[in-house]
């Protein structure tokens, strides 16, 4: 079955860094690919996603790239702020019977330092 | 409602009994799943639904647990013979499911099931 693969496990920056998380998926069939917020003690909450159609895809300091061939993807932060300090998700998701199930990756915990 | 709403956000039972969990999707939101997630790490599959048919059970765990959607709305999911290891936060999201494209899940507040 699917499996994402999601690095580091933790990550921590000086506010105004850049973040990156990257993620790996098995299923070549794949063509969604969300990312997930959760704060402590939250609901996981959608930030971004992108379609196997298209490579990058941006919304403000957030951006996400796709690259097909290897199966992987990134979420880049820039100018980290300290209400990003959170634990990140990435998942994957559709194939033949494109359900919209997801498969996620391990989660990354992020820390901004102010 | 505005979200997806878990009924109850706590629960505490004894190893043996049974426990139901509810989801109430968002109106008008074709797709419901639920997803099991532990401490620290990411949601888990376990089963989803398309309108009232249960279209995927592949993550349920064990024939002790069933869910059900039987008005296409309101779903529950059912545990058997609650084990220790079955102590997990339950959350269920919804979709709109527009056909084959797959839209924006959006998740429930959970319930934290303890067995005891």
């Known amino acids: 079955g699917e499996n994402v693969e999601q690095h580091p496990s933790t990550l921590s920056v000086q506010e105004g860094d850049s973040a990156v998380i990257k993620c790996t998926y098995s299923?070549?069939?794949?063509?969604?690919f969300p990312w997930y917020k959760q704060e402590l003690g939250k609901r996981p909450q959608l930030i971004i996603d992108?379609?196997?159609?298209?490579g990058e895809k941006k919304d403000q300091r957030i951006a996400v790239t796709l690259n097909k061939t290897a199966k992987h993807f990134s979420l880049h932060i820039t100018e980290t702020q300290p209400e990003d300090s959170a634990v990140y998700f990435c998942?994957?998701?559709?194939?033949?019977?494109?359900?919209?199930?997801?498969?996620f990756g391990q989660g990354t915990t992020l820390q901004v330092k102010p | 409602g505005a979200g997806v709403s878990q009924s109850p956000r706590y629960k505490v039972t004894k190893r043996g009994q049974d426990v139901a969990l509810r989801c109430d999707p968002i109106s008008g939101h074709v797709s419901l799943y639920w997803y099991r997630q532990a401490l620290g790490q990411g949601p888990e599959f376990l089963t989803y639904?398309?309108?009232?048919?249960?279209?995927?059970k592949s993550g349920l765990p064990n024939d002790r647990f069933s869910a059900e959607r039987p008005e296409g709305s309101i779903s529950t999911l059912t545990i058997q013979r609650t084990e220790q290891r079955d102590s997990a936060m339950y959350r269920c999201?919804?979709?709109?499911?527009?056909?084959?494209?797959?839209?924006?899940?959006?998740f429930g507040q959970g319930t934290r099931l303890t067995v005891v």
């Open positions: 992108i379609r196997s159609n298209v």
């Open positions: 999201a919804s979709s709109l499911g527009e056909g084959q494209r797959i839209t924006e899940a959006f």
């Open positions: 639904f398309n309108y009232e048919a249960q279209q995927d």
């Open positions: 998942a994957a998701s559709g194939g033949p019977s494109n359900t919209g199930k997801l498969i």
């Open positions: 299923d070549s069939a794949s063509n969604y």
